[in-house]
């Protein structure tokens, strides 16, 4: 349901639009833009995920039996988000769940969210296999860090304390897309540090760009699931983010199927 309002707070030039999906009431978003300053704000309220606890998970193990052998692939996917309340969770997951192919997607999510938990992130980015961010979210993490806004250094300093196979991809940044790894798909040893500098095509009928980062991440680990090579995972997730952004609201077009996409391209054996 669409209902559109104005409030005397808030400005001529902007359009407060609200959307109440039923169907799943535990959480709260609202995302403001200002038309001609191209301005943002956004408010979210995450819901039950922030009472979630170790007991509740133990639970789910036992009851639900979601975690796969440690041979096939699966995704421990941690947003950034989740931290500040949940910090013991998270330790409890990253450590009794990650092995073998069972792997951990972090992604950074906000800058004041790696700013004001710098410490846990960077805990977390060490022990990942996927770290996810904008470029004003790995500026951040360089500021924290030491290095002003060189990215450059952050990044190879994540890798020298990490030690282990690693794939991070920073959208939005201002060379484009780039994919850093030391890892090719899949693989469980690392190897040499590869730079990756992906082109990505201008949107011109963007209408609300809330949600374009999750919605790349689910694009891009869906792809790498479903045994894509990397660059493949990167149009997949671009490709995913392109059309969610056209609509209000982090929704894809009713019409939208992934196959359109993946259907021409190879799969790794």
Known sequence: MRRQRNCENISESTTLI?????????????????????????????GASTKISMEHMKQA??????????????????EGFILPRCKEL???????????????????????????????????????YFIFGNGREFCALADKMGFGRDIDKAIKMIFKQHAGPCIVIITNAERGLILVSNVEYGSAKPGKLIYRQCRVDRIDNV?????????F????????????????????????????VTKIGCNLPSDFNVKSITGK???IK
């Open 207 to 215: 209408v609300d760009t809330t949600g374009a980062g999750d919605s």
């Open 217 to 244: 991440v689910a694009g891009f680990l869906h792809a790498f699931l479903n045994n894509y090579k990397l660059k493949d995972c990167v149009i997949v997730g671009t490709a995913v983010a392109a059309q969610v």
């Open 90 to 128: 998270c330790h409890y997951m990253v450590t009794h769940y990650l092995s073998g192919r069972r792997w951990l997607a972090l992604n950074l999510s906000a800058e004041y969210i790696v700013r004001n938990n710098f410490h846990a992130i960077m805990k977390f980015a060490c022990m990942a």
């Open 61 to 78: 193990e036992q009851e639900l039996q979601f975690l796969r052998p440690t041979e096939r692939k699966q995704i421990i996917y941690l």
């Open 18 to 46: 609200l959307f109440t999906q039923k169907e799943l009431p535990t959480g709260e978003c609202m995302a403001i833009i200002n038309k001609d300053t191209q301005g943002e704000a956004l408010y979210a309220n995450i």
């Open 265 to 267: 391209m190879k799969k």
